[in-house]
Nanobody
Framework: QVQVVESGGGLVHPGGSLKLSCAVS????????IGWFRQAPGKEREGVAV????????YSADSLKGRFTISRDKAKNTAYLQMNSLKPEDSAIYYC?????????????????????WGQGTQVTVSS
């Protein structure tokens, strides 16, 4: 059974940083992808960034490049989302998701429909 567990959310001041973690377990091989998504109240869920666990290839939403960085630790089956220069509009529930494909398709990798397994979400609040 595949399990996805996020951690690292919290309250941060504007301009601050936060690092989220996503631990995945249950796959029988290492060929999977981890994606980060977020959903603010009253808004649709949007893709933030994805990383292929076998080769480390990444893809991020254009609007977040330069502030958000995704990385991985293969040995720990964990992906991270480093968020810098946070703004109040970054406040949302951040979800981690995974599926057993590993080659990133840049046309669909940030679509939530491409992922079968989801974590419970972690709240990020950016406020002074």
């Amino acid at each position: 059974q595949v399990q996805v567990v996020e951690s690292g959310g919290g309250l941060v001041h504007p301009g601050g940083s936060l690092k989220l973690s996503c631990a995945v377990s249950g796959f029988t091989s290492d060929d999977y992808t981890i994606g980060w998504f977020r959903q603010a109240p009253g808004k649709e869920r949007e893709g933030v960034a994805v990383i292929s666990m076998p080769d480390g290839a990444t893809y991020s939403a254009d609007s977040l490049k330069g502030r958000f960085t995704i990385s991985r630790d293969k040995a720990k089956n964990t992906a991270y989302l480093q968020m810098n220069s946070l703004k109040p509009e970054d406040s949302a529930i951040y979800y981690c998701a995974t599926n057993n494909w590993w080659k990133i398709d840049y046309g669909s990798a940030l679509m939530s429909s491409e992922y079968d397994y989801w974590g419970q979400g972690t709240q990020v609040t950016v406020s002074s």
